[in-house]
């Protein structure tokens, strides 16, 4: 069965902190991806990455950034978070296009 | 970009009774997918629809395709309280290459009373 973990389900930062999100998928997919999700806001493509070591800005990188040293693993950091990062992250990895594999999300509060 | 607009934005309803989600889009698409997420969780996928289909079946799921109206529609049959979720339609753009990037609307949430 198809997996897509994600480190944490909750995490808790204070303003300024280095966070890192991380995301593995066990089933060889070429491309990942990072979104977050608010109310009202829908789905936001924040990086993807279509192989290792490439990645692509999606429609709201400021703040972030990603890194992708390994086919299965994708990474989300935010150099420097604020309270307006307060959100939930969802990772996602899909063959070079078709259907979308979702993680089961982090919840993260930036106090 | 908001490429999905959804419409409705809630929608309640009796169980056994079938539901209707429509989506719009904007550009040329090579397929169209809808997911559903259940609260605090992550998406799921229900169905993919490629450009050159018009209507497509899964158990109690018919999705639709109208290309000249840019436009989609999720119908759920003999709906039951286990139903009760977000669906979100999401379009992989023509000329995105294989990059598998997908946009997604905004959602509908759909409630189901037993």
């Known amino acids: 069965d198809v997996k897509v973990t994600q480190s944490s389900r909750y995490l808790v930062k204070r303003t300024g902190e280095k966070v890192f999100l991380e995301c593995v998928q066990d089933?060889?997919?070429?491309?990942m991806f990072w979104y977050r999700q608010d109310p009202g806001l829908g789905l936001r493509l924040i990086y993807f990455?279509?192989?290792?070591?490439?990645?692509e800005k999606g429609d709201i990188p400021e703040g972030y950034s990603v890194s992708r040293e390994k086919k299965e693993r994708f990474s989300l950091i935010l150099e420097s978070a604020s309270t307006n990062q307060t959100s939930m992250y969802l990772c996602?990895?899909?063959?070079?296009?078709?259907?979308?594999?979702f993680g089961p999300g982090t919840r993260l509060t930036v106090t | 970009s908001q490429q999905g607009e959804e419409d409705p934005q809630a929608l309640s309803i009796q169980e056994g009774e079938n539901a209707t989600m429509n989506c719009s889009y904007k550009?040329?698409?090579?397929?169209l997918q809808w997911y559903r997420q259940n609260s605090g969780r992550g998406l799921v996928h229900l169905i993919l629809?490629?450009?050159?289909?018009r209507e497509k079946h899964s158990g109690r799921l018919r999705v639709t395709l109208d290309t000249s109206k840019k436009s989609s529609s999720l119908l759920i049959t003999a709906s039951r309280a286990a139903d009760t979720a977000s669906y979100f339609c999401?379009?992989?753009?023509?000329?995105?290459?294989?990059?598998?990037?997908?946009?997604f609307g905004q959602g509908t949430t759909l409630q189901v009373k037993p």
């Open positions: 990455s279509y192989d290792v070591k490439m990645k």
């Open positions: 999401a379009t992989d753009a023509a000329g995105s290459g294989n990059t598998g990037k997908l946009i």
């Open positions: 550009t040329s698409i090579n397929n």
């Open positions: 996602a990895s899909s063959l070079k296009s078709g259907r979308q594999y």
């Open positions: 629809i490629r450009s050159n289909e």
């Open positions: 089933m060889d997919h070429e491309n």
